[in-house]
């Protein structure tokens, strides 16, 4: 089975723009999570999303914002970019409705915002 | 609020020695929980769990060990090799917010 993965990779911004990531999960995984890491902070859960409805958010501004598409590949959103967004933002997918204990993470995509 | 801390930024540990990595947390409803070791340029992956009724749970050379009455849990990996330099996440379950929480993560890093 194919991981997951996310597009981009890496992605260079300048502060007021928006910027969209993508994440294709694991086949057959309907659950995804999105968190940001950056130095000293660990993962910082965002959102979850399971079969297209967000079934859980972080403490993160209404800049971020995702969705879930009806095959489970997921966008999050940041609007309006901070310099403090710059991050590395990791999608998660796990298989089933009670699967917080069963992530699989991609790569991440490494935001630059300059 | 951090609910799950690693309170070492960095650990380093000769190659053959045994690695301890700490992590504490507040929230006595956690359920469950996970370490995950990330390599740079790669997600973080899974490395070995714990529930929170036991005390003790070993795979291969890695052992984790809970003390609730601590909230307390830590990693042992015995014996040490160069794959394992790695930054090491732990995370808990919170069945509340359905959710993973993760500490800030410690950098290990072994020495030939």
């Known amino acids: 089975k194919a991981g997951v993965t996310q597009t981009p990779r890496y992605l260079i911004k300048t502060r007021g723009q928006q910027v969209t990531l993508s994440c294709s999960p694991i086949?057959?995984?309907?659950?995804v999570s999105w968190y940001q890491q950056t130095p000293g902070q660990g993962l910082q859960f965002l959102f979850e999303?399971?079969?297209?409805?967000?079934?859980n958010k972080g403490n993160f501004p209404g800049r971020f914002s995702g969705r879930q598409f009806s095959n489970s590949r997921s966008e999050m959103n940041v609007s309006t970019l901070e310099l403090g967004d710059s991050a590395l933002y990791l999608c998660?997918?796990?298989?089933?409705?009670?699967?917080?204990?069963?992530?699989?993470f991609g790569p991440g995509t490494r935001l630059t915002v300059l | 609020d951090q609910q799950v801390k690693q309170n070492s930024p960095s650990l380093s540990v000769q190659e053959g020695r045994i690695s301890i990595l700490n992590c504490d947390y507040t929230?006595?409803?956690?359920?469950?929980f996970l370490w995950y070791k990330k390599y740079p340029a790669e997600g973080p992956t899974f490395l070995i769990s714990?529930?929170?009724?036991?005390d003790k749970n070993e795979d291969g050379r890695f052992t984790v060990f809970l003390n609730k009455s601590a909230k307390h849990l830590s990693l042992h990996i015995v014996p040490s090799q160069p794959g394992d330099s790695a930054v090491y996440f732990c995370?808990?379950?919170?069945?509340?917010?359905?959710?993973?929480?993760f500490g800030q993560g410690t950098r290990l890093t072994i020495n030939p």
């Open positions: 995370a808990a379950s919170d069945p509340g917010a359905q959710k993973l929480v």
């Open positions: 998660a997918s796990s298989p089933g409705a009670v699967s917080y204990n069963e992530q699989f």
């Open positions: 999303y399971f079969s297209e409805t967000q079934r």
């Open positions: 714990i529930s929170s009724i036991k």
């Open positions: 929230n006595s409803m956690f359920d469950y």
């Open positions: 086949s057959g995984h309907r659950s």
